[in-house]
């Protein structure tokens, strides 16, 4: 008998909107979209899962959606709003994972109802993971609360959890349904997760864009400062680049090892898990933004000045340039650098770093010099 060849293309779009107060009763955004997608012959449901974070700070944000998403044709909004912790913890809570799949099973969301995750990136990624393991498919839609999740995670098309202290291990390459980014819900943050969201962008304007870094430098010190019209256009404009990158690099789904959005994080990922997540997220991929562009100028790619200048800026928007495990601990490797092959594996086939030929330009490579590691490390201390 001949092969039987099998070859079809599923199309994915979905559209991330710029709004402020959503769940204002005047505001259209989320109504408008959720009743293009209702259907006559039945109502479709709504299961909100909220950061408790967000509704300790707004105690009347809960009413609030809940009477928001009751006045939506064609849905039917469950019983509850499921509240649960945001950051990285709940990335590590099997229990939780299960008994938000329970919650699934419930209230009967189906695969033409929607799951709707209001939270930064580690709850998004949870819920999203929930949504696309449930019914194998549940719909969800993302509303990011924090800078790190609307300039980036909030708007990938990728949705994990952490297992055995592998960060991510288990996870799902589902696309939301839509994005809605409220910029009012930036006003809960502490100064230490306002400043650390905005490294994604330094690291995409750094393997990208050159003009987006050097409006970055400019507006450094402002951005840090709480400029929320500088924070608006940085969060929009790294957006953009990230979801060019994902919708035009012909691999959105990852199954190859070039990932040059991944930059600075080779060495973030371990020192999130070495250190209990005690370092933001943002804050250990600036520590590895200023590893590799370091190390990119000893390798002789990148200009010293450049060089600088990065650091610089890393350094006004009040980051972290530098870490003790990325030295020699007790005359052992550092703990860092030993998990080179650790990332490799989570990437598959050949490791696969991100490196700076210059500002606004990334370039591959397959393999990392240890020493240089080292002296790129001791360089960043000196210069934090």
């Given at each position: 008998?001949?092969?039987?060849?099998?070859?079809?293309?599923?199309?994915?779009?979905?559209?991330?909107?710029?709004?402020?107060?959503?769940?204002?009763?005047?505001?259209?955004?989320?109504?408008?979209?959720?009743?293009?997608?209702?259907?006559?012959?039945?109502?479709?449901?709504?299961?909100?899962?909220?950061?408790?974070?967000?509704?300790?700070?707004?105690?009347?944000?809960?009413?609030?959606?809940?009477?928001?998403?009751?006045?939506?044709?064609?849905?039917?909004?469950?019983?509850?709003?499921?509240?649960?912790?945001?950051?990285?913890?709940?990335?590590?809570?099997?229990?939780?994972?299960?008994?938000?799949?329970?919650?699934?099973?419930?209230?009967?969301?189906?695969?033409?109802?929607?799951?709707?995750?209001?939270?930064?990136?580690?709850?998004?990624?949870?819920?999203?993971?929930?949504?696309?393991?449930?019914?194998?498919?549940?719909?969800?839609?993302?509303?990011?609360?924090?800078?790190?999740?609307?300039?980036?995670?909030?708007?990938?098309?990728?949705?994990?959890?952490?297992?055995?202290?592998?960060?991510?291990?288990?996870?799902?390459?589902?696309?939301?349904?839509?994005?809605?980014?409220?910029?009012?819900?930036?006003?809960?943050?502490?100064?230490?997760?306002?400043?650390?969201?905005?490294?994604?962008?330094?690291?995409?304007?750094?393997?990208?864009?050159?003009?987006?870094?050097?409006?970055?430098?400019?507006?450094?010190?402002?951005?840090?400062?709480?400029?929320?019209?500088?924070?608006?256009?940085?969060?929009?404009?790294?957006?953009?680049?990230?979801?060019?990158?994902?919708?035009?690099s012909g691999d959105p789904f990852e199954s190859g090892?070039?990932?040059?959005?991944?930059?600075?994080?080779?060495?973030?990922?371990?020192?999130?898990?070495?250190?209990?997540?005690?370092?933001?997220?943002?804050?250990?991929?600036?520590?590895?933004?200023?590893?590799?562009?370091?190390?990119?100028?000893?390798?002789?790619?990148?200009?010293?000045?450049?060089?600088?200048?990065?650091?610089?800026?890393?350094?006004?928007?009040?980051?972290?340039?530098?870490?003790?495990?990325?030295?020699?601990?007790?005359?052992?490797?550092?703990?860092?650098?030993?998990?080179?092959?650790?990332?490799?594996?989570?990437?598959?086939?050949?490791?696969?770093?991100?490196?700076?030929?210059?500002?606004?330009?990334?370039?591959?490579?397959?393999?990392?010099?240890?020493?240089?590691?080292?002296?790129?490390?001791?360089?960043?201390?000196?210069?934090?």
């Open positions: 008998m001949e092969n039987i060849l099998q070859n079809f293309d599923v199309n994915f779009n979905f559209k991330v909107h710029f709004t402020s107060h959503l769940f204002d009763p005047a505001n259209d955004c989320l109504r408008s979209y959720l009743e293009s997608q209702a259907v006559k012959a039945y109502q479709k449901k709504l299961l909100v899962i909220l950061d408790a974070g967000m509704a300790a700070h707004y105690p009347d944000l809960p009413q609030q959606i809940a009477t928001y998403l009751r006045q939506v044709n064609g849905f039917q909004l469950v019983p509850e709003i499921i509240t649960i912790a945001g950051g990285e913890s709940v990335k590590n809570d099997l229990p939780l994972f299960l008994s938000l799949v329970n919650a699934i099973d419930k209230y009967a969301i189906d695969r033409h109802s929607f799951l709707i995750g209001i939270g930064g990136g580690s709850l998004l990624d949870l819920t999203g993971f929930v949504a696309a393991v449930s019914h194998r498919g549940v719909k969800h839609i993302r509303i990011p609360t924090t800078v790190l999740s609307q300039n980036d995670s909030g708007v990938g098309v990728k949705n994990g959890i952490n297992f055995n202290g592998k960060k991510n291990f288990l996870g799902a390459f589902a696309p939301p349904q839509a994005v809605f980014n409220d910029s009012h819900f930036l006003t809960t943050l502490l100064p230490r997760d306002w400043n650390s969201g905005m490294v994604e962008a330094v690291k995409v304007a750094l393997i990208k864009d050159a003009a987006f870094f050097n409006w970055m430098e400019e507006k450094a010190l402002a951005l840090s400062s709480g400029n929320m019209e500088d924070m608006e256009q940085l969060i929009y404009r790294c957006a953009a680049l990230h979801m060019q990158h994902i919708g035009g090892s070039s990932r040059p959005l991944d930059f600075g994080h080779w060495s973030a990922h371990k020192l999130e898990q070495l250190t209990n997540f005690e370092l933001r997220h943002g804050e250990a991929v600036s520590i590895g933004v200023a590893i590799d562009s370091v190390y990119s100028y000893l390798l002789g790619w990148l200009q010293e000045d450049d060089m600088h200048r990065i650091i610089r800026v890393l350094k006004n928007m009040q980051l972290p340039v530098w870490h003790p495990l990325m030295e020699k601990q007790a005359d052992k490797d550092s703990p860092v650098i030993a998990g080179l092959e650790e990332f490799r594996e989570h990437l598959g086939g050949q490791l696969t770093i991100s490196l700076l030929r210059a500002i606004g330009r990334g370039e591959e490579v397959h393999e990392m010099n240890v020493d240089k590691l080292y002296e790129a490390a001791a360089i960043c201390k000196q210069l934090q």
